[in-house]
Each structure stands twice: as C-alpha cells, then as structure tokens.
C-alpha cells in the first residue's frame, strides 16, 4: 500500500480538488483548523501506481499555473491507512447547539445539543469542510424558523452526517441519497451510531431517476457547482412550492457562486442567506 500526497493553500487546493474525479474513495482531503492550507492523499496499491497518481496531480497543477508543488509518496502499512486519518478528525462545534463527532469521542452530550457522531469510513463528511458545515448551519437555522415536522431531501448524503443531523433536528421522512454503494452503506452506519435508522432513509439513486411521491420542505445539495447547475431543473423540482420550500446549496468555490445562484433564480428562487467558508460559498434559497 502507497501514499500519495500533497499540501496546498486553500484557493489552490480547492481548484485542484475540482479537478479530480468525484467518485474515487481512496482520495481524502483534509482540512487543518486554521484553513489556509488543505492535503490531498490517495492510498494505492503499488509503486506504480502511486507514480502514475504522482504524475497526474503533477499535470494537473501545472495545467493551473504551479508546477513547484511538492507531490510526495511512500508505503505504509496497509493496517494504518484504515485507521492514521483518524488523528486527523477532530470534534466540530458547528453552531451553539450542533456538534459533529467521531464515532470513538468520549463527549458527552449537553442538555439542548444535537451531536452528530460520524464515522466516515471512505465516504465524504466530517463536518471539517467548508461546504458541509455552511450546510449544517443553514439547516440549524432553517429548523429554528420552521414550524412543525418539515420533510428533508439530502442530495449526495456521502457519510449522512447532513441527514442524521436533520433527523436530530426533528425534520420528518429524511431521506438520503447518493449515486455510491459505499455512500449508502456508510450513512446506513451512522444512522445506526445515532439511534436514527427509523428516520432516515437512505437510498442508492441517481439524481435524474429519482422519483419522490411528494416534493419536500427542505433540500439540502451539498454537490459541486457543475452538478448543481447541469441539474438544476431536477433539483428545483423536488423542492416544495406552496408553501414556499427551502434550498441549500453548497460544494461552491466563491468565483462559481453567482453563476449558480442565477440559474436558481431564474427557476423561482431567492436567496435568503449566503456564507463563506475557506473558498467555498454556500446559499441558502428559498421558492418565491
């Protein structure tokens, strides 16, 4: 087993980040908390590979103007790469009431908290990217002003740590989907971890193929900007009308977001708040 990696500051990562397949599990990025600074690794099997990694992230970073970036590799134990990154995921304290946790923290949590414990396995969510915890606080916020049980979509759940905080929350009939089996499998764990398995239901499917009976209260997209705007119309669809349903969208470098915003406005959204975190933009819409 082989490691690849490479440390960049945020504006750079973030590009090279939108570079790289979006399906590849053995790539994880991790995000320190003074967020100037982000590495990328990707755990492969043989030398070679991690040569031929080598040199596409070398290609990749010269085609965006920085050719210097120093891209290492070595073995490591195949044991540890299973287990290493956890050191690398610490307790986040999203707003006053909402926390994210791993699996193994001792907290304990406190009277009025929802606290999210999360195990990744390979898929994304830890609550230590910009773009999920925007997310989290939009969704947070969004509960405080809503009345009763709204219904909640989380569009590419990736670990479930969006839905199981929804679901914390209060919101009703959660569902998760995702285009990955792996995905499915790891929200399905960590809605065992929070004794919400009876409330979110999560669900192997393709964007364009998912068919709901009934449009929701609150959609949550956290996704990458191409993605939210090749399918903006599906999304927009599965968003309530009357009354006025919720939109977050998020995965977005700061210089995509205007673009984006404006292909939901042009579908009858308004945005009601807006965050940045790192490079990354989050809005918050709403139906008009």
């Given at each position: 087993?082989?490691?690849?990696?490479?440390?960049?500051?945020?504006?750079?990562?973030?590009?090279?980040?939108?570079?790289?397949?979006?399906?590849?599990?053995?790539?994880?990025?991790?995000?320190?908390?003074?967020?100037?600074?982000?590495?990328?690794?990707?755990?492969?099997?043989?030398?070679?590979?991690?040569?031929?990694?080598?040199?596409?992230?070398?290609?990749?970073?010269?085609?965006?103007?920085?050719?210097?970036?120093?891209?290492?590799?070595?073995?490591?134990?195949?044991?540890?790469?299973?287990?290493?990154?956890?050191?690398?995921?610490?307790?986040?304290?999203?707003?006053?009431?909402?926390?994210?946790?791993?699996?193994?923290d001792t907290y304990r949590e406190q009277p009025g908290e929802?606290?999210?414990?999360?195990?990744?396995?390979?898929?994304?969510?830890?609550?230590?990217?910009?773009?999920?915890?925007?997310?989290?606080?939009?969704?947070?916020?969004?509960?405080?002003?809503?009345?009763?049980?709204?219904?909640?979509?989380?569009?590419?759940?990736?670990?479930?740590?969006?839905?199981?905080?929804?679901?914390?929350?209060?919101?009703?009939?959660?569902?998760?989907?995702?285009?990955?089996?792996?995905?499915?499998?790891?929200?399905?764990?960590?809605?065992?971890?929070?004794?919400?398995?009876?409330?979110?239901?999560?669900?192997?499917?393709?964007?364009?193929?998912?068919?709901p009976a009934n449009r929701y209260d609150v959609v949550a997209?956290?996704?990458?900007?191409?993605?939210?705007?090749?399918?903006?119309?599906?999304?927009?669809?599965?968003?309530?009308?009357?009354?006025?349903?919720?939109?977050?969208?998020?995965?977005?470098?700061?210089?995509?977001?205007?673009?984006?915003?404006?292909?939901?406005?042009?579908?009858?959204?308004?945005e009601i708040d807006v965050q940045d975190d790192g490079a990354?933009?989050?809005?918050?819409?709403?139906?008009?």
């Amino acid at each position: 087993m082989f490691r690849v990696n490479v440390i960049l500051n945020t504006d750079i990562g973030t590009r090279f980040i939108e570079a790289l397949p979006t399906d590849d599990p053995q790539t994880v990025i991790w995000v320190p908390d003074n967020k100037k600074t982000l590495t990328v690794e990707k755990y492969v099997d043989t030398a070679a590979d991690a040569d031929a990694v080598r040199d596409q992230w070398q290609a990749t970073l010269a085609s965006q103007g920085r050719p210097e970036a120093g891209i290492e590799s070595a073995p490591v134990r195949e044991a540890d790469w299973t287990t290493d990154w956890r050191s690398h995921f610490q307790r986040e304290r999203i707003t006053d009431r909402l926390l994210v946790c791993p699996a193994w923290d001792t907290y304990r949590e406190q009277p009025g908290e929802w606290v999210v414990r999360i195990d990744p396995g390979m898929s994304f969510g830890t609550g230590q990217h910009g773009t999920t915890r925007s997310c989290l606080r939009f969704i947070a916020d969004c509960r405080a002003r809503r009345h009763g049980r709204p219904r909640f979509l989380d569009i590419g759940c990736g670990s479930g740590i969006i839905s199981i905080a929804a679901a914390l929350m209060d919101f009703s009939d959660v569902t998760a989907i995702d285009i990955e089996k792996q995905a499915i499998y790891d929200t399905r764990a960590n809605s065992e971890r929070n004794c919400v398995t009876d409330r979110v239901d999560a669900r192997q499917n393709d964007l364009t193929q998912f068919q709901p009976a009934n449009r929701y209260d609150v959609v949550a997209a956290n996704l990458l900007a191409d993605t939210l705007m090749v399918h903006a119309t599906t999304i927009s669809g599965l968003v309530r009308q009357d009354p006025p349903g919720d939109l977050m969208i998020s995965g977005i470098l700061q210089d995509q977001y205007d673009a984006v915003r404006s292909i939901y406005q042009a579908r009858g959204f308004t945005e009601i708040d807006v965050q940045d975190d790192g490079a990354w933009r989050s809005g918050w819409l709403r139906r008009q």
